[in-house]
Structures are given as structure tokens and as C-alpha cells.
């Protein structure tokens, strides 16, 4: 007979058993050990159908193609500019990649992106020796002036940017704010009112230390009016 040992979004630890028999499927960050489904590391249970995986509860980000990130420039070449990911692996913004518009070669490239400027890319290329290659040539991607740049866990990302986006949402609509989530784990805030900015930074390290949690949206939404309504 089969059973589930563990709860959903319970935490578990490495060499933790959390299923037996055979009906149930070993995922992410699990394994099989004869009869058993065992965990790989410290992490929160997600139960999908048959399948059990664990979702990591610390780590840096490993890109992916198609992750919409945010991006520090750390150094520019003739060819483009290198920039830090919040990964273990740097990337590459070509020229060609880089705008919609034509950049010139010999073209000033300070004058586009400069060191320490924050952006917003996606990735296009991960190489088996991670090589990370990054575009801007597409709607929504470009230079984020102003605001502020927050870093969280990468794997608490889902929880803030919440089902269909609905998390973020809330943020946005209770706080005034731009908000911006990227699959690395920095957020970009900007409002043209600083408490704004602050109220909605606490929101967002507070989904990322709660995200375990049960009942997670009410109790952010109640957090936010708290905060708010007593600023009024």
C-alpha cells in the first residue's frame, strides 16, 4: 500500500522519507530508495499528482532560456557588456542584442549601459559550460532608472509574483507601486513616493520569510493595510 509520509509545503530535510510504495513518482530534489521516495535536500514538499518534488528553500539562481531577470552591469568589452546575474555565472548582453535600434561599432557603449546600471534582459542561451547569453529585443526589456533594487531567495520568486500574478498585484495596487520580479531574484521598485517604496519592500521580505506558510495572501494583504491605514 502506498502513502504519502509528509504534508504539502511541509519542510523537510535531507535522508527524510516522504512517501512509500510504489504508486507515487520521485521529482526534484527527491530520490527512490527501494520502496521509499527520499529527500535530497532541505526544502519545501510539493505534491503534483503522483509526483513529489522538494522546492529549494536556499541557492542561487541557475538560469534558464527564457527567464525575464534583472541584470547589473559589471564591465563593458567592444562587444557588449558583461553582467552579474545573482548566479554563480556571469553573462553577456552583445551589442546586436542589445537594442532595437543599430549600435554602431565603435559607438560610445557607456552612453547606452553603464557600469552599476540595472536592466531588464532575458535569457536566450545557456551553454553546457554555462555560458549565459542575454536580449533586450523585445517589449518590456530595457534600463530601469530610478527605484530601488531589492534582492530575495530565487526560489521564493513564484510566491511573490503569486498565482496568475495575483501576489504582485496586490503589492502594486495597496502600495501605488512599479513593480517589477525578476526570475533571479531581484525586484525592482519605483514610485514617485519613497514610504510607497519602503511599504512594499517590507511586503515582499515578508512573503519571502513567510513563504512556507498557509494563508500567505490574507495575511499580506492585512499586513498592508495595517501599515498603510496607519499612515493616513
Known sequence: MSNVLVKEKEI?????????????LPGSGTYRLNDKIIAKKLG??????????????????????????????????????????NSAYSAFLSMRDASARFIRKGEDLTKIYDVGDYIRAKVIKVTSQNLVDLTMKEPGLNKLRSGRIIEINPHKVPRVIGK??????????????NIIVGQNGRVWINSENLDSELIAEKAIKKIEQEAHLEGLTERIEKFLDKIIGGKK
Open 44 to 85: 519545501l514538499v510539493n505534491i503534483s499528482g503522483r509526483a513529489i518534488k522538494l522546492v529549494p528553500l536556499s541557492g542561487r539562481y541557475l538560469p534558464k532560456y527564457g527567464d525575464k531577470i534583472i541584470a547589473q552591469v559589471t564591465d563593458i568589452t567592444m562587444n557588449g557588456w558583461i553582467v552579474d546575474i
Open 12 to 24: 523537510v530535510v535531507p535522508g527524510e522519507a516522504l512517501a512509500e510504495g510504489m504508486d507515487y
Open 164 to 177: 496568475e500574478g495575483s501576489m504582485v498585484s496586490l503589492i502594486k495596487t495597496k502600495t501605488n507601486c
